[in-house]
């Protein structure tokens, strides 16, 4: 848009040249091609001075540039038109002469340039000086100002008040003529602001438009080309694995199985990347919204998803803790949704979190909505990358150190599945001392309140590893 206003000032100076150009040939030519007598002289000096005051703000635009000058230069511009306009009409035959519809078409070309307020100021502006001229005609003493067009038609006499006088002196010409043109004026400025307006909304739409659209296109690329290299890494391990056995002529048991093993991981490494990949793209086309949502109570589905990852959290000695409602707690969700979300939380603050450390679950009321927190004591995030920590593959710099295979989309599908239930996500975290994760979701249904029992906690250390089920994180 600021293009847009520069722009347009540098048409109405360019305009404006033709202007002075076309005075400067009436003066000459009128009294030939129309038999009408024009003063030259006065129109002549008049040309000038347009000429004189446009080159100088040509030149003040050209330097300066900005948007803020293209809009001073064009209220300074249209003030300079008005008085220019005005002394060329009084010198000309006055308020008869049609020349005074250029009164309006200023005021239009201020609606569409400028602010809506300016452009009413400025049609007051012009209005003041027909009214003022209509006073200067009707009175006798600065009539004599008003310069008379030869061998007009309108240039005639009347009878007012028992004396002769000018039909442009006459007060009900002045008046009709002078109410004419600034509503006229003020009209224009209404109906060329409005429009303009418009336009320059549907032109912002059109560049948020655009821009969201290359946006897209760039994420799309980036998603693309990071893909490709999360699926390359895997594969081109497998093959250099399998080349190694094809170019060896025996191979120990040992070995082989020590090759069987990487084959196997770096093949559920890839799988793992595409089930996110399909879980992704299937929330974010729309089709997780075709499956029936129900109500699902969290408190006792919270406790599986928990209980689920006892095993993992056993072996690398970390210890884990769960404080959930002792009662139900209904949420509307589809059938994989709090597994896909709770599961990916809690795997990584397992995963990130050091043998002898804690992972803690905990989960309650609060205004109609469950707040969940998944806290751990691990690795931390760095505040640098907390930014970018829901995008599409993005890991942590101290993550991949210390976990080089994942597919860095288990948080994106965790924001798309709480964006989706109605609900937020959020997290904290400081490097070195552990990260918090804190969702929340809707409460479906009337869900007993909080105080009426106490909550169910348990704690699991690596020692009670032994025992049929562990629920925490």
Request: with cysteine; aromatic share 6%; hydrophobic share 45%.
């Amino acid at each position: 848009m600021q293009e847009v206003m520069v722009g347009r000032v540098r048409w109405l100076i360019r305009l404006r040249w033709l202007a002075a150009a076309g005075l400067v040939a009436t003066a000459f030519a009128a009294r030939e091609l129309t038999g009408v007598q024009v003063e030259p002289v006065p129109v002549i000096v008049i040309a000038i001075a347009i000429a004189a005051y446009n080159g100088l703000l040509q030149w003040w635009l050209a330097r300066s540039g900005s948007p803020a000058a293209a809009e001073a230069s064009a209220t300074m511009q249209i003030i300079a038109d008005f008085l220019c306009l005005a002394a060329l009409i009084n010198c000309t035959g006055g308020l008869i002469n049609p020349l005074i519809v250029f009164m309006m078409f200023h005021a239009a070309i201020a609606g569409i340039i400028l602010p809506r307020l300016r452009a009413y100021l400025l049609a007051g502006f012009g209005t003041f000086l027909i009214v003022l001229m209509g006073l200067a005609h009707m009175s006798e003493r600065f009539s004599t100002w008003r310069i008379p067009l030869g061998n007009f038609p309108l240039e005639t006499t009347v009878t007012f008040g028992g004396r002769q006088i000018a039909l442009a002196q006459h007060p009900v010409l002045v008046l009709a003529i002078a109410f004419a043109t600034g509503s006229g004026m003020f009209l224009s400025a209404y109906f060329t602001s409005s429009i303009a307006r418009q336009l320059r909304q549907a032109y912002r739409q059109l560049a948020a438009a655009h821009q969201h659209a290359s946006e897209r296109e760039e994420a799309k690329s980036l998603f693309m080309r990071t893909m490709a290299h999360q699926l390359r890494s895997p594969l081109a391990a497998i093959t250099s694995l399998i080349n190694a056995v094809a170019q060896t002529k025996t191979v120990q048991p040992e070995r082989l199985g020590d090759i069987h093993r990487r084959i196997k991981a770096r093949c559920a490494s890839m799988m793992d990347l595409v089930d996110d990949l399909l879980r992704l793209a299937q929330i974010r086309e729309g089709s997780v919204r075709e499956e029936a949502t129900e109500p699902i109570n969290a408190s006792v589905r919270f406790k599986e998803i928990a209980a689920s990852f006892e095993a993992t959290a056993a072996d690398r000695q970390v210890t884990l803790e769960h404080e959930l409602p002792s009662h139900p707690v209904m949420v509307l969700a589809g059938p994989r949704d709090l597994g896909d979300l709770l599961g990916n939380l809690i795997g990584n603050a397992v995963k990130y979190t050091p043998s002898g450390g804690t992972v803690r679950l905990s989960s309650g009321l609060q205004g109609g909505m469950l707040v969940t927190e998944v806290s751990d004591t691990g690795i931390g995030i760095p505040q640098a990358d907390m930014q970018r920590l829901f995008t599409e593959f993005f890991r942590a710099a101290n993550a991949k150190k210390q976990e080089a295979h994942s597919s860095g989309l288990g948080l994106s599908i965790c924001k798309e599945i709480v964006d989706r239930l109605g609900g937020r996500i959020e997290c904290r975290s400081k490097e070195g001392e552990g990260t918090t994760f804190r969702f929340e979701l809707p409460v479906a249904g009337a869900t007993c309140p909080l105080d009426d029992g106490p909550a169910e906690k348990k704690d699991a250390s690596p020692a009670a590893a032994s025992k049929p089920a562990v629920e925490g994180m």
